[in-house]
């Protein structure tokens, strides 16, 4: 059976056929001799498996879709305050204003413009080997497979990089550039060079969905701040001048590039890559901005979509005997956010359970975050303290060891004690 | 027994008693005077209860927290392409550019500098009650408490609202103010002397946590779409200059109010507020963000937190037989979105059932997005064309009604019938 | 006989008629409803005379063209440094950013925007009588008749004035304004709606170009220096945001108004002035534009204009016989400005006189500027100590008494006496 | 006898040595290292004579004070059309915008910005020369002996000039830079690194005065039309951002260089020279500055020095009999301009002479601008047509040849002859 989500990517392509405005990116001959009408699109969810639709493994270069990783890449290399005191994360408003750079403090604006990418590029550590080799290592574990630079293209690129020339003699004159003009540039115009399918990046981009993780590989690839702060950067810089423009009608981070691809990240969720070569009066692909709206539509990416109400984490509570004992058992199910924990603590506080043994059941619990795993301790101090016997069922340690302020602690059962004691019950 | 939360929020206040900085507003006698060491925090979660600690039942001024409201009503009067006509989105930029029209358009940059919010309270529909008095009925439908105008302090602010005075004169000078200069001052004025406490702010965020629904009352206050655009504008434009700055830091859709009130909303989860009346620089609640901070660390809130990976939606795989036929029941359970579905179908194409009669149990789904409801469907009727007969069991019809090409649809159980066929075979 | 200066302003009015650009100002029915083709030109030199051409008796508002004359009234009420720091001096740049206050100063960038007109007009003195009036009467100085105020106009200036008004009240609110917004803002739009003639602006005019003195009645209405400074920022600010574009053409100070006149001044030489409805897209009137142009060509009125090359001051060098002495006679004319003096000078120091007597005939000198009464004085005193004797005839006392380091003088004789000693020998 | 104007100049010198604030240049070791006490002054009248104090023969780097004479040759090979394409005339405004293209036109804002200057000088033309050789010519010509450049100097700022290098890619990049970036700056930092003295300066800056002839070998370097479009260039944008303050405040077009010169030009009258390298906040020589000050004022440099009032150029009016006709004589003397020959020709038409034969004596009169003598032809035409006998004494041929409408033209005399004639009656 082929898949459905297939079906749904052909129909993004299928439903887009009439967006033919704009033209390639035409500075260079190799991108102006690209065909206009490939058009590909695929997606990748932090389980880490791409459907993908169109000329799928049709080869382009990745161009400003780099930067993100790039920057990720250095703040992993020298840490974000090292970053953060060299390339700013505002967003940089008038387009004109190519240099960008802050008036007050000369920082580049962010990463995502061209004078912020090259400073990037020269803070990849290069002391074991060159910058760009770094980061298309990146790109191969992002990707899982070999990412190689187009060399015809970055040939060409150089040729006609005088404006990524100027910024980069610009910002060694003002103090920051880490590294010579030249090398900076030619490493960095090879690092956006690297050719690349929409497969790739659906990858590249589910890894930052899922926090850094690569999702097949299991590989950490950026710590989970990193990448947070990355998203963010995405979030406000990486579609250019208009970001309030995107943010309140895609709303998710997202980066494009002059080829004619753009990636976007639903945090937790989905990576996404579009391709088609026209590009906007932004530089952006025409076509691959409307897709990018569909699928956000369509798949409930927008970062604002207030989701689902949480329901609450307690699946049921039932009155047992357990060793003898009346005993209230608590049946908890899910994730542990702060709004499903907020739900069951409250139910605790206005409906003390009537019996002296209470249990938690907690084996049907995906996953706690550090404030329910907090309050989860909390509570149950509070709880032996109380007079009650707490009994947690805990198979995978979620909640923390704890003993209350007389050195009393939780009593930790497996599931088959628990449903022994029962059984003995019944 | 206290709630563990409302510790929590005690030691958010005793964590930040070292922020001394800055000042009240002093531009009126009424903010000058506001006791500086005053301090309260409050969250509300999508459930509705509110949690509060520190100077909780002390009123102040609303101020420019009342821009996300007002704006939300002006686009529910009016349509959103009508707003984005005449007010922006984007970050405002430089700070000194006060009056901040685009220069190509002549709209104020987005509705939360006072050039935008004077043009939006001009905005809001006036024709059955002033608009002043519908955003403080609007106030009270949030807070479900009658909410009044400080009218002392509406009184000082017109006495020196010179620059909102100006503003409003230029505005209507270029055709972007609805109604005369004066009364839409005085209004916008008094929209912003609301009286409230860090309780009421807080159900107000939770309201757009909530997609525009009062999570107490259950009122339908905004549109699903309009609250998300909100909060994209929230994100871009709440917190004036440094867009990028608070987008990296703390993380969330914020606002904050010369009177030392900040409320910021996480989708779906919680709207949090806090309230310390000296300001940084910028104008914010200094203390406040430093709260903020914490808060977004502490209880996950960045937006970019990449969250809990998604488990698969598929519970359990069982063989039983059912009415004499071996069958294949898949358990499926929690919410249905896109990265939950996907491994739902990827399992069904890797894997497809070995048996003829195929069940989805969906007793225990909670929510199905769109997406998910549309793959379900596609699958389902694949299958069928693929001879399979597929029973559902869907009590609260998440998945719609569908036929496959020859008019075959899937057969609908109720657990009871699934559960006495399952028995009958035991 | 009719002055040809005359025939020659019919003749600029002539080769201009093809420039039917433009349209009126619109903004109110007073000046929309102008006839468009209306068209007149005035020249006024340092004597005094006015010639004028075309439509030359036709009353029209004097708008922006107040603005130099108020401004100098304030600075003479004030004293310069306190103007100085209330208002700029500066272009201001961009148009777009109307509002023009110096982003770390706060000072509206100069006088000739609106926000800096406003400022000035509240600057006036008006402890005797009001601003407006004490322009009123100053108009009336400069141009020898009563100057009254076309109450329609400014009666629906007002009605539509919402800009100035948003203007006055950002200025108050930054402590920019000494007055109230409100009667500082009418007391402006009626100094704008003076009724004036180009003859009565070409006096206006020639008025600046003389020093500040108003050339038939003497009366010195603004101190040299004064006038100085207000000529200065006329240079550089009078024609709105091309000031470079206008310095490089035609190369005078100026200022136009909406009502379509605009005047100039080439210090020292004479005023103009020009009428014509029809603004270009800077709010200049166009063919005011284009006559301007011709008249700064054709009379060589730019001021970087080299001038003629300065004659040496030296007239004649005699030898004669006085008071029975060998003697030189240098006989001087002209104005002695620092090339004429340098050239006289040059000429003692490289030949020096070789008879003991030495008389200085300055009968024939216009004017000595300080430096060359100076440099006068000192070569005087020089040549004493070096054993001439030195007889000066110098009927206007244009240098100044001085005494060599010994107590001794040049002696003063009249022209009579030196002629008759001359005659004596002959 | 020591000249008057050296001790002038060395008062000068003595009244601002206790100006003693900022600091050299210190970017390179040539600057930093530079004699911080060192100071000099130099004028040159349009005579050519040059009159130094202080450190006048002391050599310093040119630098930006090249970029006047770079323009002004640009101009006079390619046309001042094609300059204005590619380099606008329009003050920078704010100094961090360090790029300063025009947002509309990309064009650099003025070519005294180091944008603008680049881009001028790889305009040069450079068919015969290199680019930098025909300014050192040009610079030779200008100070009549042959200047060199400092070839330490510019390798060092060559090896420190990658703001200059970032400025030139990025005009190459955006096709306003007319030859390759590397060899652009090369030769425009060769061109600032000229050696020259004040006395040097004061020649060049007098040649601009004196309308582009270098004045003691009357060579024509830059037409009037150039030198005058220049002059009005440095008024507006050589002294960086504050051009409104220096115009006001100094008053002449002027130019700085970062090794402490300061030029400074009075149309017709002077070119001025400081020399002190401490430089302030804006990178002007800060003692230069306090001695142009003092120049202007004490020397009545201000442009908008409103002059002497113009004489009238009509010396006497005699009634004689000439070759037996009752003849009005009318001696002329002095500089025809407007001012003057408005005089005269109002002299005519008010009192027309009561004699059928009338005499023009021009053999006093210096200089004849084209308006007056247009408008003495036309009065002399007039006159004949009203029956007048009209002779001119003209030994200049300043008024040109003509004809009245019937082909009568006026009798042209030499000064003997009219001599004679009187004579012969008296």
């Known amino acids: 059976m082929r898949s459905p989500i297939l079906d749904y990517l052909d129909a993004i392509i299928a439903q887009t056929a009439h967006v033919v405005s704009g033209a390639p990116a035409d500075y260079i001959p190799e991108l102006a001799s690209a065909d206009p009408d490939r058009v590909a699109v695929a997606i990748c969810t932090v389980n880490g498996t791409v459907y993908a639709s169109g000329d799928a493994d049709d080869l382009f270069s990745i161009q400003s879709m780099s930067k993100p990783f790039a920057y990720a890449l250095a703040i992993e290399d020298r840490g974000i305050d090292d970053i953060l005191d060299r390339v700013g994360v505002e967003p940089s408003g008038e387009a004109f204003n190519e240099l960008s750079l802050d008036p007050e403090t000369g920082r580049p604006r962010n990463p995502m413009i061209n004078a912020g990418a090259i400073a990037v590029h020269a803070l990849v550590d290069d002391r074991e080997a060159p910058a760009v080799d770094r980061l298309l290592g990146l790109f191969s574990d992002l990707t899982q497979r070999p990412i190689e630079v187009d060399e015809g293209l970055a040939a060409s690129e150089l040729a006609t990089g005088d404006r990524n020339l100027g910024l980069a003699y610009l910002l060694h004159a003002s103090g920051r550039l880490a590294r010579d003009p030249a090398s900076s540039v030619e490493g960095y115009v090879r690092q956006c060079s690297a050719s690349v399918t929409v497969r790739d990046l659906a990858l590249m981009a589910a890894t930052l969905a899922n926090g850094g993780v690569q999702p097949n590989t299991d590989k950490k690839l950026f710590s989970r701040r990193t990448t947070r702060h990355l998203l963010s950067v995405m979030a406000s810089c990486g579609m250019y001048d208009a970001a309030g423009d995107w943010l309140t009608s895609v709303g998710i981070p997202a980066k494009s590039g002059v080829a004619g691809g753009i990636i976007g990240v639903l945090p937790g969720q989905v990576g996404v890559a579009v391709f088609s070569p026209r590009l906007d009066q932004h530089g952006n692909s025409a076509r691959g901005v409307v897709m990018m709206e569909k699928l956000s539509e369509d798949l409930g990416l927008h970062l604002m979509e207030p989701g689902r109400p949480s329901r609450s984490s307690l699946r049921e509570t039932r009155k047992e005997v357990v060793e003898g004992e009346p005993t209230t058992i608590y049946v908890l199910q899910g994730d542990m956010v702060l709004s ?87």
Not at 399 to 424: I, K, N, Q, Y
């Open 340 to 426: 499903s924990i907020e739900a069951l603590v409250h139910e605790l506080v206005e409906n003390p359970p009537a019996t002296d043994v209470v249990v938690f059941d907690m084996s049907r619990v995906d996953e706690v975050l550090p404030v329910a795993r907090r309050t989860a301790a909390e509570t149950a101090t509070k709880m032996i303290d109380g007079g009650y016997r707490i009994i947690v069922v805990d198979p995978e340690e979620t909640v923390p060891a704890f003993h209350d302020s007389r050195g009393r602690s939780v009593e930790r059962w497996t599931s088959e004690r628990l449903e022994a004691a029962l059984l003995s019950q019944g």
